[in-house]
Every structure is written in C-alpha cells, then in structure tokens.
C-alpha cells in the first residue's frame, strides 16, 4: 500500500529551496496553484526558475514578491484582465531574465526529460522565426535518415513541480479536471512534486470521479489540501474563474514601482495573510 502523502501547506513547501527550478501546474488562469504560489511568497524564497506553459496570477506574484531570477514560459499574461504587470515590468527594466519558449519547445523539452532521453528532434521550420537567434541551445543537426535539418531541444529537468487537482485521496492519486496543460507529464521530470488539492476523498469515491485517477499517486511526494487553493483562477468543477479578484490584482500589481506602490504590499499582505 503507498504511503499516506498528506502533510500541511508550509512542511510541503519546505522542499522548495532559493534557487530552485519550479514547474508551476495549470494553464493561464485555470487550476493554477495559488495558495502555495502566495505561501513561497509569504516564506521569502529567492532566485528561483519558474517553468510554466503559460504563466498566470500565480507566476507574476512569484515575480511581484521577489522569488524569481529566471522564467521558462510560451505566455505570461491574464487573458481578458490585460498585461501581467510584474512580468511585463521585470522583463522590460531586465530584473527578469526569460527564456523564451513555444508550446513545442517547452513540451518537447519536458517530454524528452520524461523519457530521460538528453533531447528530442523538432523539425527545422523552426529556423523561419527568430527563437533559434534568442536560443542557443536549440542545436540544429542533419537528421541521420533523410539528412533533414532538424533542432535538438534539450531536456528540461526541474526540482520541483507544483500542481493544483480537483481532487486526490490521501494515497496522492489525482483527478485533475478541465485543462491539463502539461500536468500529467510534469511530475516524472521533478525531483519532488507536490500537490494542493481542493479535496481530499476516498479512493473509491476518486476512481468514480469523471477521467477517474489522471495523476498516480506514485510520482506525488507531498499532497496538502486547500480548499479553494487555485482563486481566484478556477477549478472546475468546483469554482469558476473569479475575474473581478483577478482585476483586483492587476490594478494593485500596476502599481509597483510608482508613487502608489503601498497598494500591490497591502494586496500581497492580505492575500499571504489568508493562508495563515
């Protein structure tokens, strides 16, 4: 039988080291893992590496906080509520060091670290757009069949990887609703995964679940569960999308660095001090 993987919100975020690469789960503002982005914050952890296909409130409060020296990302915005203003601002002043990433990158990447294998081949068209330029370590090679130009994306391993589910038993298995993102493919290239979950049930009542178990509990290593742990993204089917929070946090976060700056500490105080 697999271990009882429960544990509190901060014992599980411990693990997480200044320094570390963390692949935060979810897609934009869907099941993003908030509560534990807001309990790095509230822990004063330094010079991580944010690996996200695209990043969301949870990534630009890393940035806003002070947690992140480098990002891995395709997209880091708020959708509908406009520009994500720490990113924005960091990426612009050069406080923010980004590697830029597609969709087929950064997965062909994680993808290739999943099946330890050192990098998988993409196709040369790549070579049209200007990623190759900003990307050095997008080796292009002949292909040994066809003789084909073809880029070597490297694999791309993180300490951590930080997932929000719908749901979970105390053993780690999973169910993880809506988009998927990456999710299921992050744990088996981090080193330690942790999970928040909006609930915790029996197995039972997890297998039965629509999509039934989409995470083993095997590639978990610490499950915590937080109730509304994605808001204000969603996580369906629980909660939709809070779009009036997440406009909240747009204008507050707009005001950092200017002469109203008190509004985006004031924001992020009150938001860490939920979590206590």
């Given at each position: 039988m697999n271990p009882d993987k429960r544990t509190g919100l901060n014992d599980a975020l411990s693990a997480v080291r200044d320094g570390h690469t963390v692949a935060l789960g979810g897609m934009t503002l869907y099941r993003r893992p908030v509560a534990a982005a807001?309990?790095?914050?509230?822990?004063g952890r330094r010079d991580l590496e944010i690996v996200t296909l695209t990043g969301g409130i949870e990534t630009d409060l890393?940035?806003?906080?002070?947690?992140?020296?480098?990002?891995r990302s395709c997209y880091t915005g708020l959708e509908v509520a406009g520009f994500a203003p720490h990113f924005t601002r960091g990426v612009q002043d050069g406080t923010l060091e980004l590697i830029e990433e597609t969709e087929y990158t950064l997965s062909y990447g994680v993808q290739a670290a999943a099946m330890r294998v050192p990098f998988l081949p993409m196709r040369g068209d790549i070579a049209r757009t200007d990623l190759p330029k900003v990307r050095p370590d997008l080796k292009a090679f002949a292909c040994p069949l066809t003789g084909a130009t073809l880029f070597a994306v490297p694999a791309l391993h993180v300490d951590v990887a930080i997932l929000h589910a719908s749901a979970a038993d105390r053993f780690g298995n999973c169910s993880l609703q809506g988009q998927l993102a990456l999710d299921r493919h992050l744990p088996a290239i981090a080193d330690i995964t942790i999970v928040t979950a909006e609930t915790i049930v029996e197995p039972d009542e997890l297998r039965a679940m629509d999509g039934g178990v989409q995470?083993?509990?095997?590639?978990?290593t610490h499950l915590v569960e937080v109730p509304g742990g994605s808001l204000p993204t969603s996580c369906f089917p629980q909660h939709p999308l809070d779009l009036a929070a997440v406009l909240d946090y747009a204008d507050a976060a707009g005001t950092a660095g200017t002469s109203d700056s008190g509004a985006w500490q004031q924001w992020l105080e009150t938001a860490?001090?939920?979590?206590?």
């Open positions: 807001l309990a790095l914050a509230a822990a890393l940035i806003g906080a002070g947690c992140v020296r480098r990002l995470l083993p509990g095997i590639f978990v860490t001090g939920a979590l206590v």
